[in-house]
C-alpha cells in the first residue's frame, strides 16, 4: 500500500450551513447506521458486482474493500492511478477500483465521512448512470453521527490547474460552491453552465439523477477496444449527432453539465474530507479534477 499522505485536512468546524453542515458550534463526524447491498453491472468489462455500504469507525475515512481479493483501498487523492475514461483508485501492487466517482459524490452530498465499501469486483456498478441509486441506497441504510468532529479542508489562497483543453480552480469561500461550464459541437449538447452552493439539500434535488453521456461514435469505439461492455441506454444519455437515442430524452434540460458537476464533486471527495471553497471548472473532467486536488496539496499554505 502506498505510505499515508502528510497532507492530512485540518480539524475545524465550518463556518457557513451548508450541506451536511448544520449551523452549529461542533459539526460531527457521521456514517451509515446499516449495512446496504446491491448488485449491478460494471461500466466497461460487463461483469455484475455485488456493491455493500457498511458503517465505519470515526476518522477512518472512506475505504474500498475488493472482498474477491482481500484488498483495502483509501478513497483518496494520491490513489488515483487512471482518469481516462473514469477514476480509477488503486495501489503499489497494481489492484485497482474503477468508477468510483459517481459513489463518492453520493457519499459527498449526503455528508458521509466513514464507510467502508466492499466491492467482490474492480469497478462500481454503474446502475442508472447518476448518484441516485446510491443516494438511495444511503438513505436505505440509514445516516448517524459520530463522537469525533468533522475534519474539513478550507481553501485559504487560489490553486489554479490548466490541462489539455480543461481549466479548474479553488479560491476560498464559505461552503463549496461549484461553476461547472461544457461545450460540445453537438446540437443536443452545445454550450452549457450552472452554478449550484452545496446546501440544502441541492445534490439531492439538483445533481443526483443526472447521468453519465456519451457520443455514439466514442461508445463505437470504446467498444472496439473491449471498454463500455456493460453500456446501455440503460445506464447512459448517448448522443448521435445532433440527437439524443434514449428514449425518454433528457431528467434535465442541461442534464449535461450537472452530470459533469457531479463527477467533480465526486472527484473533489477524494480530498479525504469536505472542500469549503469555491470550484470552477470549464470543459473540466477526471484527470483536471485530480490534478487539482494535487496541486492544492502541494501547496501547503493553500489549505
Known sequence: ??????????VMAPKASCEAFPDVSVVRQRTLKNEVSCTGVSLHSGHDVTLTLKPAEANSGIVFNRTDIDVR???????????????????EDGV????????MAALAGCGIDNAEIELDGSEVPIMDGSSEPFVYLIECAGVIEQQAARRVIRVHKEVEVA????????????CLDLHVEIE?????????ALSVGLMNGSFRKE???????????????LRAAGLAKGGSLDNAIVVSGDDILNEGGLRFEDEFVRHKMLDAIGDLYLAGAPIIGRFNGARCGHAANNALLRALFADKSAW
Request: negative net charge; hydrophobic residues 35%.
Open 163 to 174: 490541462l489539455g483543453d480543461s481549466a479548474v480552480s479553488l479560491k476560498p469561500g464559505d
Open 207 to 221: 445533481l443526483s439523477r443526472a447521468r453519465t453521456f456519451g457520443f455514439l461514435h466514442e461508445v463505437e469505439q
Open 184 to 192: 460540445f459541437d453537438s446540437k443536443a449538447v452545445q454550450r452549457q
Open 96 to 103: 485497482t477500483v474503477g468508477t468510483v466517482e459517481h459513489l
Open 1 to 10: 500500500m502506498q505510505p499515508k499522505s502528510e497532507n492530512e485536512p485540518n
Open 73 to 91: 483501498i483509501p478513497a483518496r487523492w494520491d490513489y488515483v492511478v487512471d482518469t481516462r475514461m473514469c477514476t480509477v483508485l488503486g495501489n
